[in-house]
């Protein structure tokens, strides 16, 4: 599977549509959306919210937000950004990372693997040093992969993430570019 590109367009009724159909798919929110409470998991996202999201980014904001395409359907959402404040590395010239692939049969195939070697070409095309990314201790294959591409642990937040009647820590990794 070869994935390409383009910039979320908040401003789009279809993306932020799309958007709010993955974040509310009950099977997979959990693996990639931060819950706090329970009150916050049972958070239902419209449309709007992401259109309101995309409208306070400021113009100095470094994050990227890219709709996945494969064969030009929408397949998922991908995130860079340089230094933003939720890094717990304190180290100029690091990026942040996110990747989601809402549909699961599009999951297991190599998919993300050419989105996360794309977003490190990403980083480094941006003078990154080292990708710093976040994940739900429950999330085991999400875990696996990035371990797989060479991340490492090397913080634990604890007691961060609700999910399933309790909370979770929070596993940062961190790979070196
Ligand atoms: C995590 C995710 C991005 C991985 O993408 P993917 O296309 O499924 O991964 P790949 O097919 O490229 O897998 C590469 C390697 O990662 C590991 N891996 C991926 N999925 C795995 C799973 N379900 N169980 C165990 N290992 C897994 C394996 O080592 C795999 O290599 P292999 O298939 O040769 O054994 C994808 O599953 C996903 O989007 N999940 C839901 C959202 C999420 O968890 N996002 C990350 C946190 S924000």
């Given amino acids: 599977m070869n994935p390409t590109y383009r910039t979320i367009d908040y401003n789009s009724a279809d993306d932020c ?9 009950r099977s997979s929110r959990h693996l990639h959306i931060l819950f706090t409470s329970a009150e916050n998991a049972a958070e239902i996202f419209t449309p ?5 999201m995309g409208q306070g980014f400021s113009a100095e904001s470094t994050r990227h937000d890219l709709m996945v395409l494969v064969d030009g359907v929408p397949a998922g959402e991908a995130r860079i950004e340089m230094d933003p404040p939720k890094l717990l590395t304190k180290r100029p010239n690091t ?4 990747l989601m692939i809402a549909d699961p049969n599009f999951r297991r195939r ?3 693997t050419r989105i ?3 977003l490190e070409s990403l980083a480094v095309d941006a003078g990154a040093e080292r990708i710093e990314a976040g994940i739900f201790e429950y999330n085991a294959p999400s875990l696996s992969f990035f371990i797989r591409r060479g991340y490492t ?9 609700w999910w399933n009647g309790r909370m979770w820590n929070e596993v940062r990794l961190l790979k070196t570019l």
């Avoid at 709007?48 to 309101?52: I, K, L, N, P, V």
């Fill in 17 to 25: 549509e799309l958007l709010a159909r993955w974040y509310n798919d």
């Fill in 110 to 112: 190599g998919l993300g």
């Fill in 95 to 98: 990026a942040w990372i996110y």
């Fill in 116 to 118: 996360i070697d794309d």
């Fill in 48 to 52: 709007e919210h992401f259109q309101r």
């Fill in 153 to 161: 642990e090397f913080q634990r937040r604890l007691n961060r993430i």
